[in-house]
């Protein structure tokens, strides 16, 4: 799919262009061939104007012309018939010098003649007999004359070849004054009349013709010419008596391109704005394609800017955003209209430290440069979380050279931290581990070492006894007379805490040997154990503590309780453990409100019923001072710990233990207050705690212990 074919915006716009051009040539054309036309009407109008103009002047000769004989005529002289040479001279003057005229006879009263004189140029027009055939045509002209004591032309049926063509004649009666009543008839040639009374121009630029008044052509002058008759002018020519219409008729041969300057001027314009369209469409041309690769050039940015996961801002040099993309949006979580709406207020400013950044705004906006590497700072989300990020900011130079603001790209490095964060973490688990390492070595080296001194301890404590027991018969023999060396209340004591040490010298004995079994991860022993068993074995050791920190111990653990089958010495150490930590979380509250309570019941059948026999929970509650998120997070750490003589390994060790059991450890608040931990131990199996219970199976006790895996 192309570029074009893929945006219909696009492709509307370009059929819209094409439209517009269309229309514009469609338009610029119409006018021009309106210019064309209209030049030519103009052109055409202005002939024509020139040709009506000429007729007019042509009548006008003709008619002065006319009336210029008429003149002439009656100031021939008065005709004598006996003396008739000076107006037969006169006369034939006149017809030499006005070449229209065929022919002046005088006539009298009855219209008879008395004397005629013909051109002598000519051969003459009538013979009698024709003549008087006209009579009666001139009669009635000279009667009108008469009574209009003016000129009065009359035509003649006639035609008469003059100068090789055959002419209409035209009559004039002339009434002259005087005593006697007589006529002057003048013969007028129509041809003869256009030869000689049409101008010399119009002769030569027109063909001039008279028609009567139903338009037969009755005269002609000019030389018939080829091409079209183009323009022609009609005008009457009004002679008493008799009407005749002129007409002018111009010819052009071959049409002429350019008939004059006006149209020419119009081509030329027209040519001038043709080019200069094309000149435009070009400019267009290169302008669209210009255009076309700047969109282009524009979205390949855009995609750059909205394809990066680096945040950019721009500020103009009052601070205010100008533009942000859709990295920055998604970094800070508010829109780009809501940043650039904002102003100089920047909402992802944390409040506490608006002042500080507003005057690192400040120092950057009088143009002192931020370092070259950035700096890291942090921001505020619009749901409020805060995120580290890290700004690289540069100023923004126009293409003038001058700076119009500030362009910053940001990194969001919470990622970064995570990893660093975790980096650490994982350092410090090893760490931890290599000091658990190392414990767990010094920890077989010490059974091992501690071993020999504890057996020791023990055969002393039990060597000691025994010599007491034989000390004491002796001393009560009369032979042993005087001196017994304790008397027996104190000797029993003594044996007592003999026992005592004995005792304590094995347990010690079996945790190193249970922390050695744990450290080398052997099979440990898994016994069967009432609950109470468990209880009884540490009580003593804790209230030894307890009374030392003015604790009370309570023990809440029904006597109907199952057993429970595990690593018993591991389990008295976690009991033992999770103790000491109670008391000692006690040590800042009051002596009153110290209370330690260890309870065990059956856990609720809901809870690990992977274990068939089921669960017994023991919970381990004091009323201390509670456990703060910030150490909760660590709890299990090893090597945590808010104490200053503490391992911080108690609680891990604790919890890996009830985990080798398959249960679970945990912890929450006390109320009112303190914190309770509990822990949960698979219950033996009926048949193997029926077994060890020494009210049912005797003897048997010792020998219920079971290995597990
Ligand atoms: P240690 O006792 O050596 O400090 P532990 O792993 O047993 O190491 O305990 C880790 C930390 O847990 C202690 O330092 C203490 O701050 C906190 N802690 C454990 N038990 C309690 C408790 N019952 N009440 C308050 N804090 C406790």
């Given at each position: 799919?192309?570029?074009?074919?893929?945006?219909?915006?696009?492709?509307?716009?370009?059929?819209?262009?094409?439209?517009?051009?269309g229309?514009?040539?469609?338009?610029?054309?119409?006018?021009?061939?309106?210019?064309?036309?209209?030049?030519?009407?103009?052109?055409?109008?202005?002939?024509?104007?020139?040709?009506?103009?000429?007729?007019?002047?042509?009548?006008?000769?003709?008619?002065?012309?006319?009336?210029?004989?008429?003149?002439?005529?009656?100031?021939?002289?008065?005709?004598?018939?006996?003396?008739?040479?000076?107006?037969?001279l006169?006369?034939?003057?006149?017809?030499?010098?006005?070449?229209?005229?065929?022919?002046?006879e005088?006539?009298?009263?009855?219209?008879?003649?008395?004397?005629?004189?013909?051109?002598?140029?000519?051969?003459?027009?009538?013979?009698?007999?024709?003549?008087?055939?006209?009579?009666?045509e001139?009669?009635?002209?000279?009667?009108?004359?008469?009574?209009?004591?003016?000129?009065?032309y009359?035509?003649?049926?006639?035609?008469?070849?003059?100068?090789?063509?055959?002419?209409?004649?035209?009559?004039?009666?002339?009434?002259?004054?005087?005593?006697?009543?007589?006529y002057?008839?003048?013969?007028?040639?129509?041809?003869?009349?256009?030869?000689?009374?049409?101008?010399?121009?119009?002769?030569?630029?027109?063909?001039?013709?008279?028609?009567?008044?139903?338009?037969?052509?009755?005269a002609?002058?000019?030389?018939t010419?080829?091409?079209?008759?183009?323009?022609?002018?009609?005008?009457?020519?009004?002679?008493?008596?008799?009407?005749?219409?002129?007409?002018?008729?111009?010819?052009?041969?071959?049409?002429?391109?350019?008939?004059?300057?006006?149209?020419?001027?119009?081509?030329?314009?027209?040519?001038?704005?043709?080019?200069?369209?094309?000149?435009?469409?070009?400019?267009m041309?290169?302008?669209?394609?210009?255009?076309?690769?700047?969109?282009?050039?524009?979205?390949?940015?855009?995609?750059?800017e909205?394809?990066?996961?680096?945040?950019?801002r721009?500020?103009?040099?009052?601070?205010?955003?100008?533009?942000?993309?859709?990295?920055?949006?998604?970094?800070?979580?508010?829109?780009?209209?809501?940043l650039i709406?904002?102003?100089?207020?920047?909402?992802?400013?944390p409040?506490?430290?608006?002042?500080?950044?507003?005057?690192?705004?400040?120092?950057?906006?009088?143009?002192?440069?931020?370092?070259?590497?950035?700096?890291?700072?942090?921001?505020?989300?619009?749901?409020g979380?805060?995120?580290?990020?890290?700004?690289?900011?540069?100023?923004?130079?126009?293409?003038?050279?001058?700076?119009?603001?500030?362009?910053?790209?940001?990194?969001?490095?919470?990622?970064q931290?995570?990893?660093?964060?975790?980096?650490?973490?994982?350092r410090?688990?090893?760490?931890?581990?290599?000091?658990?390492?190392?414990?767990?070595?010094?920890?077989?080296?010490?059974?091992?070492?501690?071993?020999?001194?504890?057996?020791?301890?023990?055969?002393?404590?039990?060597?000691?006894?025994?010599?007491?027991?034989?000390?004491?018969?002796?001393?009560?023999?009369?032979?042993?007379?005087?001196?017994?060396?304790?008397?027996?209340?104190?000797?029993?004591?003594?044996?007592?805490?003999?026992?005592?040490?004995?005792?304590?010298?094995?347990?010690?004995?079996?945790?190193?040997?249970?922390?050695?079994?744990?450290?080398?991860?052997r099979?440990?022993?898994?016994?069967?154990?009432?609950?109470r068993?468990?209880?009884?074995?540490?009580?003593?050791?804790?209230?030894?503590?307890?009374?030392?920190?003015?604790?009370?111990?309570?023990?809440?653990?029904?006597?109907?309780?199952?057993?429970?089958l595990?690593?018993?010495?591991?389990?008295?150490?976690?009991?033992?453990?999770?103790?000491?930590?109670?008391m000692?979380?006690?040590?800042?509250?009051?002596?009153?409100?110290?209370?330690?309570v260890?309870?065990?019941?059956?856990?609720?059948?809901?809870?690990?019923?992977?274990?068939?026999q089921?669960?017994?929970?023991?919970?381990?509650?004091?009323?201390?001072?509670?456990?703060?998120?910030?150490v909760?997070?660590?709890?299990?750490?090893?090597?945590?710990?808010?104490?200053?003589?503490?391992?911080?390994?108690?609680?891990?060790?604790?919890?890996?233990?009830?985990e080798?059991?398959?249960?679970?450890?945990?912890?929450?608040?006390?109320?009112?207050?303190?914190?309770?931990?509990?822990?949960?131990?698979?219950?033996?199996?009926?048949?193997?705690?029926?077994?060890?219970d020494?009210?049912?199976?005797?003897?048997?006790?010792?020998?219920?212990?079971?290995?597990?895996?």
């Open positions: 799919m192309n570029a074009a074919s893929g945006r219909p915006g696009e492709s509307s716009s370009a059929t819209r262009r094409w439209v517009l051009w229309a514009l040539v469609v338009l610029v054309a119409a006018l021009l061939v309106t210019l064309v036309w209209l030049a030519g009407r103009y052109e055409a109008g202005r002939l024509q104007d020139r040709i009506e103009r000429d007729a007019v002047e042509v009548v006008a000769d003709i008619r002065g012309g006319m009336t210029r004989n008429v003149q002439s005529l009656q100031a021939l002289p008065r005709f004598d018939p006996q003396h008739s040479d000076p107006w037969t006169r006369a034939g003057a006149l017809l030499r010098a006005r070449r229209e005229m065929l022919r002046i005088l006539r009298d009263a009855r219209m008879q003649l008395q004397a005629a004189v013909d051109s002598d140029l000519r051969a003459a027009v009538f013979d009698a007999p024709q003549r008087e055939q006209l009579a009666s001139v009669e009635a002209a000279c009667q009108q004359a008469r009574s209009a004591r003016g000129p009065i009359a035509t003649s049926p006639f035609r008469v070849a003059v100068n090789g063509q055959r002419q209409q004649l035209l009559e004039l009666c002339l009434p002259l004054g005087g005593a006697g009543e007589t002057l008839v003048v013969t007028y040639a129509l041809g003869e009349i256009l030869n000689e009374m049409v101008a010399e121009p119009f002769a030569r630029a027109y063909d001039v013709a008279f028609s009567d008044l139903d338009g037969t052509r009755v002609f002058h000019g030389v010419r080829s091409g079209n008759r183009t323009f022609s002018a009609q005008i009457g020519l009004d002679l008493p008596g008799y009407a005749l219409v002129l007409r002018l008729d111009s010819w052009r041969g071959t049409p002429a391109l350019f008939p004059n300057f006006l149209t020419a001027m119009v081509v030329a314009m027209a040519i001038g704005l043709v080019v200069v369209l094309v000149f435009l469409g070009r400019d041309r290169r302008r669209l394609r210009a255009e076309h690769e700047l969109a282009e050039a524009l979205a390949f940015r855009k995609a750059m909205d394809s990066l996961v680096t945040g950019l721009a500020r103009d040099l009052d601070g205010r955003t100008t533009y942000v993309n859709p990295a920055f949006c998604q970094m800070v979580g508010f829109s780009a209209q809501e709406q904002a102003g100089t207020a920047v909402p992802y400013w409040a506490e430290q608006y002042d500080e950044y507003q005057e690192r705004l400040q120092s950057r906006l009088q143009g002192r440069q931020p370092p070259r590497e950035g700096f890291e700072s942090v921001f505020v989300r619009k749901d979380s805060r995120f580290p990020v890290l700004i690289i900011e540069a100023p923004l130079i126009n293409a003038q050279g001058t700076q119009t603001g500030w362009m910053t790209a940001f990194l969001d490095i919470s990622e931290r995570r990893i660093e964060e975790m980096s650490r973490a994982s410090e688990r090893l760490q931890a581990t290599a000091r658990l390492a190392t414990i767990g070595e010094m920890a077989s080296l010490l059974s091992h070492e501690l071993n020999q001194p504890l057996a020791a301890i023990a055969s002393y404590a039990n060597g000691s006894i025994n010599m007491l027991h034989n000390a004491l018969p002796a001393a009560a023999s009369p032979r042993g007379g005087d001196a017994a060396v304790l008397p027996p209340e104190e000797t029993r004591l003594v044996e007592e805490g003999l026992h005592h040490i004995a005792d304590q010298a094995q347990r010690a004995g079996k945790i190193i040997k249970s922390v050695h079994d744990f450290v080398r991860r099979e440990r022993l898994r016994e069967v154990v009432p609950v068993d468990l209880f009884d074995a540490i009580l003593p050791l804790i209230e030894l503590q307890a009374r030392k920190v003015g604790v009370r111990c309570h023990v809440r653990a029904p006597h109907d309780l199952p057993s429970l595990c690593d018993r010495t591991m389990v008295e150490q976690v009991l033992l453990n999770l103790a000491r930590n109670a000692q979380a006690m040590d800042q509250v009051s002596h009153a409100q110290r209370q330690l260890l309870q065990a019941r059956r856990a609720p059948s809901s809870e690990r019923t992977a274990h068939a089921g669960w017994l929970e023991l919970s381990v509650t004091d009323t201390g001072t509670g456990i703060p998120p910030e909760s997070e660590k709890l299990f750490t090893p090597f945590f710990t808010t104490k200053d003589e503490g391992m911080g390994l108690g609680l891990s060790l604790c919890r890996t233990v009830v080798q059991h398959g249960g679970f450890l945990a912890y929450g608040p006390n109320q009112p207050q303190g914190m309770v931990f509990r822990f949960t131990l698979p219950l033996a199996p009926v048949s193997a705690a029926a077994a060890a020494p009210g049912v199976a005797g003897e048997a006790a010792g020998a219920a212990a079971l290995a597990t895996p």
